[in-house]
C-alpha cells in the first residue's frame, strides 16, 4: 500500500471518530444515561450546597452511581453502533467502499471520547461546585474524576468489542446487566480492587487503579481490533497494555487492605 | 479511461448445488450498459463479483485494469467503484446528509469542507438538496432509491454498478432516474441491472441477457430486436402454438415463436426479444447477436 494512502486511512479515524462521536451521544439510550448521571450528581450537589456531605465515600455514591449508569449505557450504545450495518442491512454496501473493517473499528473506539467527555462535564461539574462552594467533601481528587472518566471509556470500548466478536444485539443489554448487579459483597477484600468502578481512597492507590483502567481498556480496545487486524499490528500494544494490567493489578492486590481506604464506586 | 473496465473470463461461482455464473466471460467498456435477465438468471451474482464483495470460485475478473484478489488492488478499485445494491440499507436515524457524509468519510474523504460540498453535489444531482436534513425515516421509498444512488455517486466513481435502480420507483421517477443517468459527468462506465427492458431502451447503448448462469446475448439493443425479426405476428385469435402470447388493448393477440404460413408479422421490441430469448433459453436453445 502507498504512503498517501495510509495516510489518508490514518486521516479518516478522526473524521468518523466525530461523526459516530456525536451519534453515539444523542443517541436515546446515551441520552438517558446523562439524565440517570445528572439526577445523580445533582443529589450529590444539593448534599455540598446543605454542607452535609461528609465525604466522597460517604456521600459521593449518588454521583458515582448515576455515571456508574451513564457507563453501562454508553456500553449499549456503543454495541448498537457497532452493529449498526448488520441491523440497517448496509453490510454490502459499505464492504464495496476502500475504507477497512478495522479502521472504522478505530473510529468508534475514538468516538468513545465524546461520552466519556460528557462524563467529565458532569464530575467536572460537581467538583467545581464543591470548590466554589468551600465545602468540598474530603476525599474528592482529580484522579478520581479520571478514573471515572476512563471507566466510561472502558465500558464504551466493552460493547464494541462485544459487538465485533459477538453480533448479536441481546448481548450487550445482558452483560450490562449483569455488570450493574454482581456486585462483590459487602465484606471487603483486596480483590475487589480490581473492579474497574471502584474508586480507592488512597491517591497513590487510586493512580495505580487509573493505570490499571487505562491498561484493561486498551486491551479491550484491542480486542476489538484483533479479529480484523493483521496478529502483528496488534501483539506489540498488546504486550504493552497486558504487562500494564499484570504490574499494576500486582500492586492494587498488594496495596488495597480493606483498612486503607476500599471504597466501592 | 480504460478500455474495458470489467472484464470476466470463465467466470464460475456456485451456491451449493445451483450455479449462479457458469463460466460468463465478457468485457464493458465505458457507457451504459445493461443486464438483462429473469429472477435468479445470475444478474446480482455479477454484479457482487463487481463490486468486489464476493469473490467468484473460478475464472477470473479484472476491474479498472486491476486485479481484485490482490489486497491493494482491490482497495484502488472500491476507491473509482460506485455501488447501488438491489436492497440498499440505510442508517434511519441519519439525516440524508448525515448517511451520505458517514459514507464520504468511508470512500477516504476526511477533509470536512471539500466533503461536505461533495456531499452537497451529489444530493443535488439526485434532486435531494431540500430534503438533505430530513431524517433518513421519512422520506419516502423513492427518495430512499435515490439517496442510495447519490452515495455511489461519491467521488465521480469510474464504475458505477446499479442493480435494479428503477425497482419499486413510479413512472415519474424512472424517467428522472434515466435523466440522471444519461447526464452523468465524465461518463463513467455504468452497468445497470433490471428488470425493466424500458429501462434499457432508454439508457443502454449495449445490452447484456443472462439467463442460467450463462450470457445469452451481448450486442447493442437493435441487434437484440433484430433476433426476433420474423418470429412476431399479430392474429385476430390467440395461437397455441406461440412461446408467448397477450391480448393487445385493440383486442387482437400479438403472438412470439415460430409464425405460422401468411402471419401478418410486425416489427419486435426489445421486450419480445427479450421475452423469445428467456422463453428459448427455457427451451435449451441459444441466440446469439
Known amino acids: ?265 | 479511461m480504460e478500455q474495458t473496465t470489467i472484464d470476466l473470463t470463465g467466470v464460475v461461482k456456485r451456491f451449493g448445488a445451483v450455479h449462479a455464473l457458469d463460466g460468463v466471460t465478457l468485457g464493458i467498456g465505458p457507457g451504459v450498459t445493461g443486464l438483462l435477465g429473469p429472477n435468479g438468471a445470475g444478474k446480482t451474482t455479477m454484479m457482487r463479483i463487481a463490486a468486489t464483495v464476493l469473490a467468484p470460485d473460478g475464472g477470473t475478473v479484472r476491474l479498472l485494469d486491476r486485479d481484485p484478489t490482490d489486497a491493494d488492488d482491490r482497495v484502488e478499485i472500491r476507491r473509482r467503484l460506485g455501488y447501488l445494491p438491489q436492497e440498499p440499507g440505510f442508517y434511519q436515524r441519519f439525516t440524508a446528509f448525515e448517511f451520505v457524509d458517514y459514507v464520504a468519510i468511508l470512500k477516504e474523504m476526511s477533509d470536512r469542507r471539500s466533503r461536505h460540498e461533495e456531499v452537497r453535489r451529489v444530493l443535488e444531482i439526485a434532486g435531494l438538496g431540500d430534503v438533505a436534513n430530513r431524517k433518513v425515516k421519512a422520506l419516502s421509498g423513492g427518495m430512499r432509491r435515490r439517496l442510495a444512488f447519490a452515495q455511489a455517486l461519491l467521488r465521480d466513481p469510474g464504475l458505477l454498478l446499479l442493480d435494479e435502480p428503477t425497482a419499486g420507483l413510479d413512472p415519474e421517477q424512472r424517467l428522472r432516474f434515466r435523466e440522471l443517468v444519461s447526464n452523468l459527468p465524465n461518463r463513467p462506465a455504468v452497468l445497470l441491472s433490471t428488470h425493466v427492458t424500458e429501462d434499457v431502451t432508454a439508457l443502454c447503448e449495449r445490452v447484456i441477457v443472462v439467463a442460467g448462469g450463462t450470457v445469452r446475448f451481448d450486442g447493442s439493443t437493435d441487434a437484440l430486436s433484430a433476433t426476433a425479426q420474423g418470429r412476431v405476428w399479430v392474429a385476430e385469435a390467440a395461437d397455441a402454438r406461440a412461446v408467448l402470447s397477450w391480448r393487445m388493448g385493440d383486442g387482437r393477440h400479438r403472438h412470439i415463436g415460430d409464425p405460422p404460413a401468411g402471419a401478418e408479422l410486425t416489427t419486435p421490441t426489445v421486450d419480445d426479444a427479450y421475452l423469445l430469448m428467456v422463453g428459448g433459453a427455457r427451451d435449451g436453445r441459444e441466440m446469439a447477436a
Open chain 1, 1 to 265: 500500500m502507498s504512503g498517501s494512502a495510509d495516510r489518508s486511512r490514518g486521516s479518516v479515524v478522526p473524521a468518523l471518530a466525530r461523526v459516530e462521536g456525536w451519534q453515539l451521544v444523542s443517541h436515546p439510550v446515551f441520552l438517558a444515561g446523562v439524565g440517570v448521571a445528572v439526577l445523580g450528581c445533582a443529589m450529590f450537589v444539593r448534599a455540598i450546597v446543605a454542607g452535609t456531605a461528609v465525604s466522597w465515600e460517604e456521600n459521593g455514591w449518588t454521583a458515582a452511581i448515576g455515571v456508574l449508569l451513564l457507563g453501562i449505557l454508553t456500553l449499549v450504545a456503543t454495541n448498537l453502533a457497532a452493529l449498526r450495518d448488520r441491523r440497517s442491512n448496509t453490510t454490502e454496501q459499505h464492504t464495496s467502499l476502500p475504507i477497512l473493517r478495522p479502521v472504522r473499528t478505530s473510529g468508534l473506539l475514538a468516538a468513545t471520547l465524546w461520552p466519556a467527555g460528557v462524563a467529565a462535564l458532569l464530575m467536572a461539574a460537581v467538583a467545581g461546585v464543591g470548590a466554589t462552594q468551600d465545602l468540598a467533601p474530603s476525599g474528592f481528587e482529580v484522579v478520581h474524576l479520571v478514573e471515572i472518566v476512563v471507566s466510561v471509556l472502558l465500558l464504551g470500548a466493552i460493547g464494541i468489542a462485544l459487538a465485533v466478536w459477538v453480533p448479536n444485539p441481546f448481548v450487550a443489554p445482558v452483560v450490562a446487566w449483569v455488570l450493574l448487579f454482581v456486585t462483590p459483597g459487602e465484606t471487603p477484600a483486596a480483590w475487589h480492587s480490581l473492579i474497574p468502578w471502584q474508586t480507592l481512597g488512597a491517591i497513590d492507590l487510586a493512580a495505580w487503579h487509573l493505570a490499571y483502567l487505562c491498561g484493561l481498556t486498551a486491551v479491550v480496545a484491542l480486542i476489538a481490533l484483533a479479529k480484523t487486524s493483521r496478529p502483528r499490528t496488534i501483539a506489540a500494544p498488546m504486550v504493552v497494555a497486558i504487562a500494564v494490567v499484570v504490574a499494576s493489578a500486582a500492586v492494587l492486590l498488594d496495596g488495597a487492605c480493606p483498612a486503607e481506604g476500599l471504597c466501592r464506586f
